[in-house]
C-alpha cells in the first residue's frame, strides 16, 4: 500500500544560525530510512505526468520503484539512462516547477521529493564506487564543445555514448562552468562536481582547460584545421549585467559573478581558515530577486556582513528565485527590502563604498513579462549603509564567440540563435544550446537543450 501521507518527508538540514557561519551543505538530504518512506507515497502512475516536466525526461516513477525495493544502485541506473548529473540535479534543480509540479500527490497535498530521492540514489551510488563506464567503439567522427557547464558536459557525454570522440573546451583552468563558479559550496559542493565530471571523462571525453575560443582559437579553425566534424556551443551567459546607476565603480562594488567566482574558484569558501579574497564589511547590500543575488546574499553572510540585505524593486510574489533559496535565506538572517530600487551608490574620498540611495516603488501594470511593473514612488528616497554592494540582475552571453564566427547569426542580447528543438545554428555543423542561447536559466534547462543537441548532431554526422 503507498504511503499517503500528505507531507513530503523532511530532509535533514543544518540549523540556521550554525550553517550561516561555515559554507558546508546546507540540506543533508535523505538517510535510508528517510528515503524509503518518500519513495512510498510514490502512486507509481502508468501515464507518468512527473516525467512530461523533467528537461531530460528521467524515468521518474522507475527508479523510485527501484528505491521502494531497497534497490538503490538499480535506481541510479535508471537515472544514469537519461541524466548524466544526477547528484547535481538532486541538489540544484527547481523540481517544485518541473516534475515535481506533475506529480498527482500535489493535487491533494505535497508532491513526492523526487529530486530529493534523485540525490538519495547518486549518492548512495558514489558513495558506494559505481561500476567503471563501459567506452563505446569508436565512430570515427570527432565533435567539439565549446564550454564544461551543464550543456556542454550533457553533450558530450551523450554523444561519447554514441561513439564519437569529444573535446570539451573550457576557458577557465577548471571545468564544470557555473556549477564550480557560480553555485556555492553550501548549496552544491565543489568535490561532487568533480566526481560528476570524472563520469563524464570516464567515457573517453577530453577536457581541455584554458582555452578561450574566439581568442586561442576561433571556431572556424576547430573545423577546418583541427578536423572537428561538428561544434556545439554550450559557452553560458557569463558577462554580468549592471544597472548603469553613478558609483557602480567605485571599490566595494561587485557583479554577483565575480563575487561567487572569488569565493568558488578562489577559495574564499574556506574562510575564516584562510585569508579570503573579498572583503564585505559590516553591511552588504545585494540587487536583485533571483537564486543567484540569494546565493550571494547568504556567501556575504557567511562572509562576517552583520547585515545582509536583498534589495528588490518588486514583491516578493514576484521574486524569480525558488522558494526554497528565499526560506534559507529568511533563516540564516537575510533582511529582505522588497520594493525598492537603488538609484545612487556613494563613495568616500577614497573610492569605497559607503552608502546607497534607494527609492520606494509600487507595482503597475503587467509588463512583457507578465509581472507587475515597479513605479517610483515620489518622496521616497532613502540611504541605506553598507560598505559592500552586489549586483545580481542577470548575464548575457559573452560576445566573443559571436565576433569572432561570420555566419553566427544572435539575438539582441548577444544569445546565438539557435532552433529550439534541434540547437542547429545558422552556420551548418554548428548547434547550441544552454544560456548562450537562452540567456541565464537553469541547470537542468541547459542540460536539456544539451541532450538536445546531442541527438540532433548525431542525426546530423550520420546524414552528411
Do not use: W
Not at 565575480?258 to 569565493?263: D, G, Q
Amino acid at each position: 500500500m503507498p504511503n499517503m501521507t500528505l507531507q513530503k518527508t523532511p530532509a535533514r538540514e543544518q540549523e540556521p544560525n550554525i550553517r550561516n557561519k561555515n559554507f558546508k551543505e546546507v540540506s543533508q538530504g535523505y538517510d535510508e530510512e528517510l528515503a524509503l518512506n518518500e519513495a512510498s507515497r510514490c502512486l507509481n502512475c502508468k501515464n507518468m505526468p512527473c516525467v512530461s516536466g523533467c528537461p531530460v525526461n528521467v524515468r521518474i516513477p522507475e527508479f523510485i520503484a527501484k528505491i521502494a525495493a531497497h534497490d538503490y544502485e538499480g535506481a541510479y541506473a535508471i537515472i544514469k539512462t537519461t541524466n548524466s548529473l544526477p547528484a547535481i540535479c538532486g541538489r540544484v534543480c527547481p523540481q517544485e516547477n518541473q516534475c515535481e509540479s506533475k506529480c498527482v500527490r500535489g493535487i491533494k497535498g505535497e508532491p513526492v521529493g523526487i529530486g530529493r530521492l534523485e540525490r538519495f540514489a547518486a549518492d548512495y551510488a558514489m558513495a558506494k564506487g559505481s561500476a567503471p563506464a563501459e567506452i563505446p567503439a569508436p565512430n570515427g567522427k570527432k565533435v567539439a564543445v565549446i564550454g564544461s557547464g551543464p550543456a556542454g558536459l550533457t553533450c558530450a557525454g551523450d554523444l561519447a555514448k554514441l561513439g564519437y570522440e569529444v573535446h570539451i573546451f573550457e576557458a577557465l583552468h577548471t571545468p564544470g562552468g557555473v556549477l564550480v563558479y557560480g553555485i556555492p559550496e553550501f548549496r552544491l559542493p565543489k568535490a561532487l562536481v568533480r566526481e560528476e565530471i570524472k563520469n563524464v571523462e570516464a567515457l573517453g571525453v577530453k577536457i581541455e582547460t584554458n582555452v578561450v575560443v574566439g581568442r586561442s582559437i576561433s571556431l572556424d579553425e576547430l573545423m577546418e584545421e583541427e578536423g572537428f566534424d561538428a561544434v556545439f556551443i554550450g559557452s553560458g551567459a557569463g558577462l554580468p549585467n549592471f544597472q548603469k546607476i553613478p558609483g557602480e565603480n567605485l571599490c566595494g562594488v561587485y557583479s554577483a559573478n565575480e563575487f561567487l567566482t572569488r569565493i568558488n574558484l578562489m577559495k574564499a569558501y574556506e574562510f575564516p581558515n584562510t585569508d579570503t579574497p573579498i572583503r564585505v564589511g559590516k553591511n552588504a547590500a545585494v540587487i536583485g530577486g533571483g537564486n543567484v543575488a540569494m546565493d550571494a546574499a547568504r556567501c556575504a553572510k557567511r562572509l562576517g556582513a552583520e547585515n545582509v540585505y536583498i534589495v528588490y524593486r518588486r514583491s516578493e510574489a514576484e521574486m524569480p528565485a525558488r522558494r526554497e533559496e528565499v526560506h534559507h535565506a529568511k533563516e540564516e538572517g537575510i533582511i529582505f527590502k522588497v520594493l525598492n530600487n537603488p538609484v545612487r551608490i556613494n563613495g568616500d574620498e577614497n573610492g569605497y563604498v559607503t552608502s546607497m540611495e534607494c527609492i520606494e516603488m509600487e507595482l503597475g501594470e503587467p509588463d512583457a513579462s507578465g509581472r507587475r511593473r515597479p513605479i517610483a514612488k515620489e518622496g521616497s528616497e532613502f540611504t541605506l549603509d553598507v560598505d559592500t554592494v552586489i549586483v545580481a540582475i542577470g548575464n548575457s552571453p559573452n560576445p566573443l564567440i559571436k565576433n569572432t564566427t561570420p555566419g553566427l547569426v544572435v539575438g539582441r542580447k548577444g544569445e546565438i540563435t539557435a532552433d529550439p528543438e534541434t540547437g542547429a545554428t545558422s552556420k551548418p555543423g554548428v548547434f547550441a544550446g544552454g544560456d548562450a542561447v537562452t540567456g541565464a536559466a537553469t541547470v537542468i534547462l541547459a542540460m536539456g537543450a544539451g541532450k538536445k543537441a546531442a541527438a540532433a548532431i548525431d542525426e546530423y554526422l550520420k546524414n552528411k
